[in-house]
Structure formats: C-alpha cells, structure tokens
C-alpha cells in the first residue's frame, strides 16, 4: 500500500490550489484520509481529516478556507485550498487509515508537497 501526493506549488495570497493523494496497492478499506502541514522550523500539525462515514473535520485556521473531499471509490482525497494565506506556506502530507488484504489497519504517509503563497 502506497499514499502518492500531488499539486504543490507556488501561489499569490487569496489564490486557491488543490492537492491530491490517491492510495495504491493492496486495499481492503480506508477510514480516514487526512492532511497534514509541516511550515519551516515548526511541528507538523493537522489540518484535516474525512471520515468514512462521512464527517470531515477541520483545523480552526483553515475552516471555511479549505475543503477535503475523498473519492472512495477511487481511493482519493483532495483538498482545495482557497482564500490561501502566506502563513499556508508548508510542505503538506496526507495521511490515510488503511486496513491491507490481511484487514490489518496501519497508518500510511504519503511523501511531502511543498505549498508556497507568496507574492
């Protein structure tokens, strides 16, 4: 099983993007797909998750600017980033919950993609 990230790049303040993750290999089921953030010289923090039933939860700072949306079918996520600001700068990962052929859940990272909103 295999996260692959997608979509970074550079943007002017108040500019949208969007990211992707699609999630390869050997799927028996997803829970959670997530995003999370890591800026220069600071912790990686959550951004936001999508559950499988349906809920999808936000980091206060991005509520209302950023939406998540999964693909299950497609074993996808997006996030569509708008209204971005400089503090967005990070290299984002996404994350997702997923349950192998064994229906062993472990925890998968997808490699890094650098969002930068400057001017």
């Known amino acids: 099983v295999q996260l692959q990230a997608s979509g970074g790049g550079l943007v002017q303040p108040g500019g949208s993007l969007t990211l992707s993750c699609a999630a390869g290999?050997?799927?028996?089921?997803?829970?959670?797909m997530s995003w999370y953030r890591q800026a220069p010289e600071k912790q990686r923090e959550w951004v936001a998750t999508?559950?499988?039933?349906?809920?999808?939860t936000y980091l206060a700072s991005v509520k209302g600017r950023f939406t998540l949306s999964r693909d299950n079918a497609k074993n996808m996520s997006s996030l569509q980033m708008d209204s971005l600001k400089p503090e967005d700068t990070a290299v984002y990962y996404c994350?997702?919950?997923?349950?192998?052929?064994?229906?062993?859940?472990?925890?998968?990272w997808g490699q890094g993609t650098l969002v930068t909103v400057s001017s």
């Open positions: 290999g050997s799927i028996w089921g997803i829970n959670t």
């Open positions: 999508a559950i499988n039933n349906g809920v999808t």
């Open positions: 994350h997702a919950r997923i349950a192998d052929y064994s229906q062993r859940w472990r925890d998968y």
